[in-house]
């Protein structure tokens, strides 16, 4: 991101406000992604990577299993969905407000195929002190889902280090039908 960021539009993230992540249930939840596969991976940022959560659990269903509509049963019941909540205020990198368009940033930046432009913004937005980027999850055609992926050191945390641990649980009923019915995401049983 060549373009300073002084003014870019910021949503502060309040303490105790939930958000989302699906995990594999044989790691932790959190993971810091600094290798470039990220959207929002601050390649440029040493030592700093990004961990992909939603706004609510839809949006990180939709973020795990993207374009993929049929899903195996013993997928599903490897993942976990983890509630979290911090315990400080976020400012996070807006790049849902439409003043983001006065910066360059247009949706390309959440939903186009090339990570270079969003990993360059991810990067820029850490040095300017941002703790993460919020942005529309790619593969909700209507985009009303919302992403944000959180700045902090690069790979996984131990328990105990900050950000606080999550609570996990299997992926329930109702996420899975709620995918069913808004997007026809199907759980195909065992053989």
């Known amino acids: 991101m060549s373009r300073p960021l002084d003014g870019f539009p910021a949503l502060t993230w309040k303490t105790g406000r939930a958000l989302w992540r699906i995990h594999r249930a044989a ?20 030592g700093l990577g990004a961990c992909y959560l939603a706004q609510e659990p839809l949006g990180a269903f939709v973020e795990v299993f993207r374009t993929r509509l049929e899903l195996d049963e013993d997928d599903v019941d490897a993942r976990r969905l983890a509630r979290v909540e911090l315990d400080r205020d976020l400012r996070l990198a807006d790049v849902t407000s439409r003043r983001a368009l006065r910066f ?5 930046v959440g939903a186009g195929g ?17 703790d993460g980027v919020r942005w529309w999850v790619r593969h909700d055609p209507a985009q009303r889902l ?10 996984a945390l131990l328990p105990g280090a900050s950000p606080p641990p999550a609570v996990s649980h299997k992926l329930d009923t109702r996420l899975l039908e709620e995918a069913r019915r808004k997007f026809g995401y199907r759980v195909l049983p065992r053989p």
């Open 114 to 130: 090339d990570y270079d432009a969003s990993q360059a913004f991810a990067s820029g937005a850490a040095a300017a002190g941002y």
């Open 104 to 108: 360059g940033i247009t949706a390309a």
């Open 27 to 46: 790691t932790g939840f959190w993971w810091f992604s600094a290798d470039g596969t990220g959207r929002f991976d601050p390649v440029d940022a040493e």
């Open 146 to 155: 919302v992403g944000v992926a959180l700045f902090g050191p690069a790979g």
